[in-house]
């Protein structure tokens, strides 16, 4: 990609930069807090181009200056010292650019939100719920290591342990950005705690990972909405058992239903119901811009092709395998314990070569 042609692109940006600035001091603007906000977020996501776009700027402007002292001065330390920078600068130039061609490409407007993350068990009876218990834990561990909060809002236990299903709200910075890539089937194969003779089974567990709706990106009218209170199960004690605190709210022009009993009061259950109801509808819609994208990114989950088997746990030979990139490491216990940075490094590198094939840059 030519010099002109980034400068090109990074100037337009730089122009759109100005002009979002300006509009966000505008009183009318500042007045449509729908408004506002999203050009607040656009701004900032911005900065980080603009930034770039500078160091450039400058570095181009280095290298003009030091090739114009190599063709005119006569001084041979002084030539020297020129040529040194002039070589310096060159190498320097192709990783910056490399650098901008992945911040120029468009993100994924999703990945600074917070997310709900669900895991249920699938094929392999109480086997299922006890590996969807295990990915919570690895999840729950993975979520402290990023200093980011969790709150499950629902959960159905397994008879043996585990979760049948358990759903939990993610919050921190770039949450769903992180954790979209963990869509997806989980297959795990090792010896049951139910099996006596020692035989290796499969078992299952899908997640479904979710960009949570913020307030102003969905209207939600109450009167399309049915609210229902029943009495919370599970752990909590004699109060939790016998008060109407669990809520379940149902939007009948879709038909989606949810349900929170994890806090004891009942307005905090409802609040947390809304929030994740507004999330559901929130990603009817952006399910259309997955398909959209899934011609392109067939090794992606965020193609948003849940039901895709992604990733493999063999407990007998210590292995975790991604399929979506054949990518292998044996060191199974270290993984569940929730050091799962690695392999989404890896989707991520992936997803980013996908995207500049995708991009003219």
């Not at 100005?18 to 500042?30: A, K, L, R, S, Y």
């Not at 770039?52 to 001065?73: F, G, Q, V």
């Not at 559901?280 to 259309?288: D, H, I, P």
């Amino acid at each position: 990609m030519s010099e002109n042609v980034i400068l090109s692109k990074l100037e337009g940006v730089k122009h759109k930069f100005d002009e979002i600035g300006q509009q966000i001091t505008d009183p009318d603007v500042v007045a449509d807090m729908k408004k506002y906000v999203s050009l607040n977020k656009e701004y900032k996501e911005l900065e980080p181009i603009i930034e770039a776009y500078d160091r450039y700027k400058n570095l181009l402007s280095n290298l003009d200056d030091a090739k114009a002292i190599l063709a005119t001065e006569k001084d041979d330390e002084m030539r020297e010292m020129a040529k040194a920078e002039v070589d310096e600068l060159e190498k320097e130039l192709p990783k910056i650019e490399d650098d901008i061609k992945l911040l120029l490409i468009p993100k994924d407007p999703q990945d600074s939100k917070n997310a709900i993350l669900e895991i249920r068990a699938g094929t392999g009876g109480d086997e299922a719920s006890i590996f969807a218990g295990d990915l919570f834990r690895m999840y729950s561990k993975f979520i402290e290591k990023k200093g980011w909060k969790a709150e499950v809002t629902n959960t159905s236990e397994g008879t043996v342990g585990g979760f049948k299903e358990v759903v939990i709200k993610v919050s921190g910075n770039g949450v769903y950005g992180v954790l979209k890539y963990e869509s997806g089937v989980h297959r795990v194969q090792r010896v049951p705690q139910t099996e006596t003779q020692g035989r290796v089974h499969t078992s299952a567990a899908s997640v479904v990972v979710l960009p949570e709706a913020e307030e102003f990106d969905i209207e939600l009218n109450i009167n399309d909405i049915r609210k229902d209170t029943f009495c919370a199960s599970g752990p909590g004690g004699q109060s939790v058992n016998t008060t109407y605190s669990a809520i379940r709210l149902t939007h009948i022009p879709s038909g989606i239903v949810v349900q929170c009993q994890d806090e004891k009061s009942q307005l905090k259950n409802y609040d947390k119901a809304l929030a994740e109801l507004r999330t559901r509808l929130y990603n009817m819609e952006y399910q259309k811009y997955l398909d959209e994208i899934s011609g392109q990114r067939k090794t992606m989950v965020s193609t948003g092709d849940r039901s895709a088997k992604i990733r493999t746990y063999n407990y007998p030979q210590s292995r975790v395998t991604d399929h979506r990139i054949n990518y292998t490491m044996y060191n199974l216990p270290v993984f569940m314990d929730g050091d799962i940075q690695e392999v989404i490094d890896q989707l991520q590198i992936a997803e980013n070569s996908e995207r500049l094939k995708e991009s003219e840059l």
